[in-house]
């Protein structure tokens, strides 16, 4: 986090670039944030005394300090971190070129300048945000979306590419039925990974399906060669790998896709087209789950309640194939069993 840089903010004109930076401070002083700073505790400490000094000084007098929005949101992490709310660590500036200091889940707001934030967001699938780029994310503030007529002509690439385009490196698809219908399955996802998945990237793309998988006789593929299906639709990507896996469980009824950065949403489910028209009436929703404004600070719960219950059922599971578990056993896994969302979260 390149603190200094957020002082910037008192300056900006445009209302989504200001919305945004203040977004970020607001999360950055959550008592659950990870805040790795670039400021060490002894600089806040000298440059919060310097604050309160002032406010004393200004109490004094019967007066309110003067004080920019910056101050103020240091004296706050100050506080914080003296009553024990906060954990604030020092570091030097992540190095890009450096995966192993990458958190793949993780947000960056950095000092780098925009070549090195591509680089991050390219090669990593990680958000890296810098006062240079900033203004090309307002989109993240909002809960972006699509009404969806029955019978109407549309595509999940063309949907989902509407709303903004933010880097991934994980992906979770959450719905019942995705999986049942081959064509249907072949057609949705296709749109899906066009649109989600980039162009290069130098780790792994997770991906993880949870759904019911119909297994009885009126499917028409089993569970192994199901998999390999998807596995071919990702051949056309050859420029990266995955790692996929397909989950069968009933835990769920709302349909989602999560991935490190967003939260997607639809009632009609995500295999809502069939021959390029949409199968029903319904809608769909787009929001940063994290970075959005307070009118959909919803989405922070959303997507946490279906990290954590997709983490559950994640644990818990046996692989197909062994110990005798077939199709038509109630809930298992098939694939690599990977996904850094699931992997990052602590319940």
Known sequence: MCIEKLEASDTFCNPDEWLLINRIKDIISDTYTKLYLNMSNDEINEFSKDIYKRKVKAAKKDECADLSSFERFMYALFMKQQNGELQIKHFDDV???NEDEIDL?????????REQCEKAMGGYGVLAINMENIKDFGFVLKDNGKAIRDNS???WKSLLESVGKLPYNSII?????ILNDTDEMVENLQGIFDSLLPSSISVPIQITIFSKIRTDKSTDLPVEPRLEKIKELLQKYNSFSFEVTIVKCQNFHDRAILTNSMFFGCPGGFNLFKQGKSQKTTYFNAANPFLGSESIKWTTGAYSNFVADA????QSLKEYGSEGIDDSFPQFYNGEKKNRILDGFKG
Request: hydrophobic share 30%.
């Open 95 to 97: 190095d890009f070129d």
């Open 105 to 113: 889940n993780g947000y960056y707001f950095t000092c780098k300048d």
């Open 153 to 155: 002509k549309n595509t």
């Open 173 to 177: 698809i959450i719905d019942n039925y």
């Open 311 to 314: 983490a559950d059922v994640f």
